[in-house]
């Protein structure tokens, strides 16, 4: 990272550090560790007798396939490789039920036996989970406090920390994931900031997790589970950000690349956050931007169904090696890239701004021998048909997401980014009969973008189960407890307080269902019980908005199962800078025309193509029209409307019926 | 193929699966009961107008069958008294459904008054008011003891909810509030359904999504028997046990293949018994769709076109397909499951007997059932029904080239939406402490591709208040081993339900146990059906059923056999005994020397030919046809022969039936080191057939003792 750094910025670097106010670090450490199969060994103590928890993982496991492919593959389940051996895992003689009674207390003996048990040179690693901890976290740091003395070089990840929730298979897992990653991510991460501080960075660095918010340095290397995906999430964060600036509430952030469409919905300015997050098959209880993805991107390969003769595209995918047949690096298969290209969408002469040459001829015929011909259709109806199966495939995934939570799509703007997003962004919105599609200027970069817009966030939760109504002292005390720790935190990280916000709240069910909901409690330090009173209120309504009419069975009673505070150190932010709205017309940045496909009723039209380099503010273009630019291509489709605006984003929008 | 431009059938058929899909998500969250939210016992599906099956979603494939039948039934009972905006409820297993609890919400989705399809689903309630708690009923001796039973009720007219009908279904159930929010679930789920696919007719109009409704089904017809075309003509066998009360059910299954189309016929089946076991005709045409969908139908929708390939033949008043009233309230995991089972086995021999199909071959997981429920008084005093679904994560049979998977895959190893709940959310709703739950060693089948790990699990009694808990066993597979083994494989383990005098008091004095052996006390069997109190003096334990292993123990790599060991999944006397590999312990190696030794000489201990008879093995023949993992055909002259595939030592002529020539070894299960747990019944044997030359073993079968030979036959 300093290599390409100082690649960027050369003999400035060093003065860049040093005035640096702010250093944001998106880390793929822990997702590249995991893909790699490069963690570190870990061990693992737990209750004795749920020594393979974290094997029969509840029964579930991975399909490779999705949806309707999977339903029907029962053959071609896994189960995720273990994170630690089953050597390495000891069970100690301890029980504790939940209510937190200790029900057998844990020897000092019996742990020390465990612990001698697993330790040896190669473990860097152990973490700790046992039933119960997060009600009782007393044995789990008796055992930490064991290691310390013993085992002093060896990191300790406790379940009660980093995942204080119910459910012993994901907080074993999410324990297990830290431990790993644990010893790979801080020696990365040290070394980045002896680096950055050798070339003289003066200020503090953050470390972007996947809730969206960033933790400093020292903190991130003790929880790297936190950063998973977190690269994804700070284009989230970008997005809502951008939004925010716009005044755009109901967000639909998708971001296409070669292998994969993401999608997240932020709904009335709020980012959703997952309910049952898992990694590469692991389950993790961390706080984490809800993201859902399918395999559709520029690499997913059309195919021909046998038998039925069906044009089908992906699940398989061609990825960035050896990607699409018009890379010219040996792939094969026709490709959804190839069918954009074919189609006139991409530019075979300035794709990535002219970096890449494709391979228009060997798309053609791979499209025609493959594809057009067992249809007896022509190249253009075939690359057709692979873009609108695309098309409909990302916006079934798009449906799903909002109308799941009552929305309606056209009541959303969609923000489309990624290399493959903003060709397919036009046609995807008018599936959905969105009505207002943007690309924001910093579509390629959106992550990185986010780090830089993202304010320091700690999570801290605490379980206490509370009937309702419960003791307002109680409830007050414990919130006291997590605040002050929380405040404690930040200010140990240098924020004062005018820069601190402390957002509380609690986490409620129906005693005999299973979903719980998180609702927000009064900004106040000691809440009385009409506050409290208002909080159930809240509940019902939302429980009822979230899994509607007469989802809930009250007569069972309702209960608080968790405390949550989410503590903000706000950062210094990069303004959006806001340019002057010019002239309309745009013709200044009008390139050579060319003829591009939009389907079997128009054909071939004669297309103008824009560089948007050279587009200005308040320009505007009626489609069909095509900007490229030197990282993607936007595609806007007859009926629509191409402007630039004051922040340099890119925005489409209808006129008339846009169905 | 079809009418339609390819590109908008491809789009509309995602689309309507997408429809299925957000049934599921609208079921889990409206409901909101860890039987639908956790352990996912539900399914969803569309179907047309007359009720064929169209795209079938998520869930326990059993009932998809079932929910079209349901749909027929409802259009024969109330033919033009159908609205738009009805909701019918049925669940009588002799009309459509396959036991009282499993409740079908059947609804019609009609576009602009006219009748265009139906939308099902179903959804296993908390409670449906029989003589036992929670819908399995080992008491009941007749149908009508086991819950509430509607043949086809209105439960929603034109949009508005019957609630004085609603509230007399919850009110003569145990919880009423919880089968009141399934319900709720299953209607808003429906309604979802219609939602979405009147949107849909109205953007394609009524003959394009008409189209495609054939379409789909036309396609997964032409896909299937194209299929079928492609492997080998035949017949082969597999037979499954249920116990009842010491006596032993028996289920047979020839399952016939000719060209595109195959028939399971399930004559010899035991007659009907008066406990719940029993399946009606409905949940024995589940049992053969639901795995016939999962093992032949990778990548092609399941629906009715592929249910035109097949036929089933099964006696009336038998336990396949009982005569009204006999019981069935426990027929879901039993004899629907037990003849799944069956039809698994069959089915994966024939895939076997393709080179090109063997991949698909999978040997059965989690043969067994060992469904609890309990009630009683919860922590906080309040009357509660649950269940214990720790054995719901199952275990996967082995496959033609890699082991099952451990833990996972449900009951038979292809109930695949099947999970456990944590065992923290069973011990905050409910009064019970585990003691340990873990992956039982030596559960999965032994075979050069072992079966699936199963678990086992301890509890007790924790913190109730009352006079204890009612606990309710459902289960078979005790005595003998449901799993059944392929190509020389062996069954998995058998399922154990014990129950242990002892309690916390004195255990906590020492260690609590963690494992089975560690469990002391006087201790008692519990039979496979029953119905008793758990108080805190006892320790319920509970095994299922490990998955079926593939091929020969003794060619399992060394190496995976270590791994095995050192991951507890396999002991080291196990790995000696049954895999012949040595490991030198405390080291954990493996001794290479003894290893190759004793696997020479277990395999050599079958050897019953006293000289090689070079003139009898043919090598240079090239194979005809294969008819399994070790056996395949040649021609000799004019004379089609079987061979060894192994040593090439001509077994016999191909008219006849190898397994009447080869050395045939019987080994009663509870004697059978292969085979953990096995109950001390005499009953039930391996039955081993091996090469007379090379020693190698050929088939396991896993029979009672007078079970003629499994013959198939492969035409060749």
Known sequence: MIRSLSAALGPRMKDVLKKSTLFCHGTTVAENALLTGKWSRAGMITTRGFEDTLFIMRGRAEFSLSGQTALTSPIRRRKAPPLISRNDIQGVNERIDHKGRIVVPMKSKDANTALERIANDEIESIGVCLLWSFVNPKHEEVIKKLLETRYPGVMVTLSSDVAPQIGEYERMSTTALNACLAPVASRHLLKLQRKLSDNGLRCGVQIVEGHGGAIPIQKAVANPVGAVESGPAAGVTATSQLGQVMGIRNIIAADMGGTTFKVSVIIDGGIRYATDPTILGYSMLTPKIDIMSIGAGGGSIAWIEDVTGLLKVGPLSAGSKPGPICYGLGGNKPTVTDADLLLGYLDEEYFLGGKMKLRRDLATKAMRDQIARPLKINEAEAAYGVFMITTAQMSDLIRNLTVERGRNPRDFVLFAYGGAGPVHCSALAQELGIGKVIIPAMASVQGAFGAATSDVVHEYGHTDFLAIPADVQRINDDFKEIVNKAIGDLKSEGFSHSDINIARSLEIRYKRQVHQLIVPVPDKLVLTAKDLRSVYKRFAALYEEAYGKGSAYEEAGTEIVNFRVRATGKLKKPSFSKAKLGHKNSSQALRKPRRVYFGPEDGWVGTDIFTWDDLDPGNQMLGPAIVETPITTIVVRQGQRGMLDAFRNFVITFDGDHR | ?716
């Open chain 2, 1 to 716: 193929m079809t009418s339609l431009d390819p590109v908008t059938f491809e789009i509309l058929r995602h689309r309507l699966w997408q429809i299925t899909d957000e049934m599921a998500v609208t079921l889990k969250k409206v409901s909101g009961s860890p039987s639908v939210t956790e352990v996912q016992d539900i399914n969803v599906s569309l179907f047309r107008k007359n009720g064929d099956i169209m795209t079938s979603g998520w869930g326990i494939p059993w009932h998809i069958t079932s929910a079209g039948a349901a749909c027929r039934h409802i259009v024969k009972k109330f033919g033009n008294d159908i609205a738009e905006g009805d909701d019918f409820i049925v669940n009588d297993p002799y009309v459509a459904a396959i036991h009282c609890p499993d409740i079908y919400m059947i609804s019609p989705i009609h576009y602009r008054g006219k009748l265009m399809g139906w939308c099902a689903n179903f959804v296993h309630v908390t409670d449906i008011g029989a003589i036992d708690p929670g819908g399995f009923s080992p008491s009941a001796t007749e149908v009508f003891q086991e819950g509430l039973r509607f043949e086809g009720i209105r439960i929603v007219e034109k949009g508005r909810l019957r609630q004085d009908l609603l509230d007399a279904i919850t009110h003569m159930t145990r919880e009423p509030g919880l089968v009141g929010l399934d319900i709720t679930s299953q209607i808003a789920a429906n309604n979802v359904a219609k939602m979405r696919f009147r949107e849909l007719v109205e953007r394609y109009g009524v003959s394009t999504i008409n189209n495609v409704m054939d379409g789909l089904i036309r396609n997964s017809e032409a896909q299937m028997r194209a299929k079928l075309r492609e492997l080998p003509d035949g017949s082969w066998k597999a037979v499954s046990y249920m116990e009842v009360e010491g006596e032993n059910c028996r289920i047979p299954l020839t399952m016939t293949k000719k060209g595109d189309s195959c028939v399971f016929d399930l004559t010899g089946a035991s007659p009907q018994i008066n406990r719940a076991l029993n399946c009606t005709y409905w949940g024995m045409v589940g049992g053969v769709c639901g795995a016939f969908f999962s093992i032949m139908c990778e990548g092609i929708s399941w629906n009715e076109g592929i249910l035109k390939c097949l036929s089933i033949i099964a006696p009336k008043g038998t336990i396949v397909n009982c005569n009204f009233p006999a019981p069935v309230s426990i027929s879901t995991v039993g004899a629907t499951a037990a003849i799944a089972c069956s039809c698994i086995t069959a089915m994966s021999k024939m895939l076997l007997a393709s080179e090109g199909h063997k991949g698909d071959a999978f040997a059965v997981g989690c043969g067994c059932a060992a469904t609890m429920r309990h009630s009683g008084k919860n922590q906080e005093g309040h009357y509660y029904v649950s269940g214990l679904w720790d054995h719901s994560v199952g275990s996967g049979g082995a496959k033609s080239f890699e082991d099952g998977l451990d833990t996972s895959g449900g009951q038979c190893g292809i109930l695949t939406s099947m999970r456990s709940p944590n065992i923290e959310t069973t011990e905050l709703r409910f009064p019970l402490l585990y003691l340990f739950r873990r992956h039982c060693p030596d559960s999965g089948g032994p075979g050069k591709f072992r079966g699936g790990a199963s678990g086992d699990c301890a509890v007790i009694p924790y913190s109730y208040g009352g006079d204890g808990i009612k606990l309710i066993v459902s289960g078979w597979g005790v005595d003998a081993a449901g799993s059944a083994g392929l190509s020389g494989g062996y069954p998995g383990s058998c399922a154990k339900f014990v129950m242990f005098e002892g309690n916390l008091r004195e255990m906590r004095k020492s260690r609590l146990p963690a494992e089975f052996a560690e469990i002391s006390g006087p201790s008692s069997i519990i039979p496979p059906q029953y119905v008793g109190v758990f108080d805190e003096n006892k320790i319920l334990y509970v095994r299922w059923a490990g998955g079926g292993g593939y091929g020969n123990p003794i060619e399992r790599e060394p190496k995976a056999v270590l791994a095995d060991v050192k991951k507890y999944l396999v002991s080291v006397q196990s790995a000696r005994d049954l895999y012949g590999v040595v490991i030198d312990v405390p080291k954990m190696t493996i001794n290479e020397e003894k290893t190759q030794l004793l696997r020479h000489r277990l395999q050599a201990k079958r050897i019953t030919l006293q000289e090689t008879r070079s003139a009898t093995t043919m090598s240079r023949v090239a194979k005809q046809r294969v008819v399994s993992e070790h056996v395949d055909v040649i021609t000799v002259g004019s004379k089609k022969q079987y061979r060894c595939s192994n040593c090439h030592f001509l077994l016999s002529d191909a008219r006849k039936d190898w397994k009447l020539k080869v050395p045939v070894r019987d080994v009663p299960l509870s004697r059978s080191r292969m085979l953990l747990g096995a109950a001390d019944s005499v009953q039930f044997i391996l039955r081993e057939f091996s090469c007379p030359s090379c020693g190698r073993i050929m088939d396991v079968e896993m029979v009672a003792r007078d079970e003629p030979f499994l013959i198939d036959k492969v035409s060749h």
